[in-house]
């Protein structure tokens, strides 16, 4: 490993907290990315816990079907929760996948939601955000009802809660103001971010981000976390997000917001001058190949911090020159050799948050468990998770699942097969839970 060169500058960022002094200034550590030194394919097995692996088949009820459209997995005290999309619901399920209970209470009732847009679960509540309601929901860990907090005070003079998270029992919002609407996509947005406190419907905190201040660039106002457009990612009692084209990292507890990182990509850096067009502006100017352009994802656990960014630009004509001639016409080998070498633009950084190390690569095989690529999807704490739907195709002539996987580990093997067996055309997705060590 190598150890992330941290250096104290002074950096001034505006945050508004109540009546906070607009002029105070934050020692924020740079976390410098040299995107020239990734490394190709790194076994993620030596930060994973091998002793521990889960393969877990939801069980399907009448009252239990999940779709396909998993948005969220949060795995806590042997219990799982799994919010999907379709469905408009959260499962919660044991361990081993038994069905326990839901949320799923569609309607506009007291009680009700129309759509979930969001779903964040701390130490003690589960929480529920309905745009269209323009309310919040939350619940205890055994899925009960406790109340629901209209958002309408805030909702008059924004289009929507764009993005929320939880911390303890507050709410923070990111909102876009009506006055200052942009005439098209692309013009800067007015964005605050509002802290709830949902025991008396008020709004007790923001932080604005004002594009006349020059300390603050105009940009687009778009969290970079987990999951489709979600705003977080929770870790304990606190909570980590970006802002899209920024690039600070910024950390949230229940009374205040302040940068924690500054990211530094070099000479690879978006210039200032750069930031303020739409994504397909970005895509249609050659100019942008030359930069990182911003964070994909942000993805916290308990000692590490993951950045998922793209760069560099490989085709399928340069993977296959690269394609040792001995395997070009065996077709097995030659499908191994792509899983284990193929080469991407998708880059992961992990930082070790306890020693300062570094691991930059633009790939990740778990081949302790399997030799497949892995694909960074669900976080909850110390474990990541990935789920896979049951599909036509899993299934031979006989109605029999097959086990397209080849681990290395026998235990994981049998795991595979006993979760497998279980599965019919119809059954609910599996999870595959895997968990990282602890940093000493």
């Given amino acids: 490993m190598k150890k992330t060169p941290f250096i104290l500058i002074v950096l001034s960022i505006l945050i508004g907290c109540g009546n906070i002094d607009k002029n105070v200034k934050h020692d924020v550590p740079h976390i410098y990315i040299d995107v020239d030194s990734t490394e190709h394919y790194m076994d993620l097995t030596e930060f994973l816990d091998t002793s521990f692996y889960r393969v877990i088949p939801l069980e399907t009820t009448p009252e239990c079907l999940v779709g396909s459209e998993i948005q969220k997995v949060f795995y806590r005290n042997g219990r799982i929760y799994v919010w999907e999309e379709q469905s408009n619901g959260v499962f919660m399920f044991d361990e081993n996948g038994n069905y326990l209970n839901k949320i799923q209470t569609p309607g506009e009732g007291p009680q009700d939601y129309i759509q979930i847009d969001n779903v964040c679960i701390t130490d003690n509540y589960i929480y529920i955000r309905d745009d269209y309601g323009q309310k919040v929901l939350y619940y205890d860990l055994d899925c009960n009802f406790i109340k629901s907090v ?58 604005p981000y004002d594009p006349a201040d020059p ?112 395997i070009r016409d065996d077709r097995d080998k030659k499908e191994l050799w792509l899983r284990n070498h193929r080469p991407t633009s998708e880059c992961v950084l992990i930082l070790n948050k306890k020693t300062g190390e570094t691991r930059l690569t633009n790939g990740i095989n778990i081949n302790v468990f399997n030799r497949y690529p892995f694909f960074f999807r669900f976080y909850d704490g110390q474990y990541i998770m990935s789920a896979m739907s049951v599909f036509d195709g899993l299934f031979d002539k006989d109605g029999n699942a097959r086990v397209y996987k080849t681990p290395e580990s026998p235990g994981y093997q049998r795991a595979l097969k006993e979760a497998y067996s279980k599965l019919t055309p119809m059954s609910n997705p599996i999870l595959y839970i895997y968990k990282f060590k602890d940093v000493e």
């Fill in 150 to 207: 209209s958002t309408k005070t805030i909702a008059r003079n924004i289009i929507t809660p764009a993005h929320s998270f939880m911390v303890g029992d507050r709410v923070y919002f990111g909102i876009h103001f009506l006055d200052n609407f942009p005439k098209r996509l692309g013009q800067p947005y007015k964005w605050v971010s509002l802290d709830m406190d949902l025991d008396t419907s008020s709004v007790k905190r923001f932080m």
């Fill in 215 to 326: 300390s603050i660039p105009a940009t687009h106002f778009s969290l970079q976390s987990a999951g489709r457009n979600f705003s977080y990612m929770n870790c304990g009692d606190t909570v980590r997000f970006m802002i899209s084209n920024l690039d600070t990292i910024y950390i949230a507890t229940r009374d205040t917001i302040v940068p924690e990182y500054v990211v530094d990509f070099g000479d690879k850096t978006l210039p200032e001058s750069m930031r303020h067009c739409t994504f397909h502006e970005k895509m249609e100017k050659d100019e942008y190949a030359n930069y990182v352009v911003g964070i994909k994802g942000l993805y916290d656990t308990k000692d590490y911090l993951i950045l998922v960014f793209y760069w560099g630009d490989y085709s399928m004509k340069e993977i296959m020159a690269a394609l040792p001639e001995e």
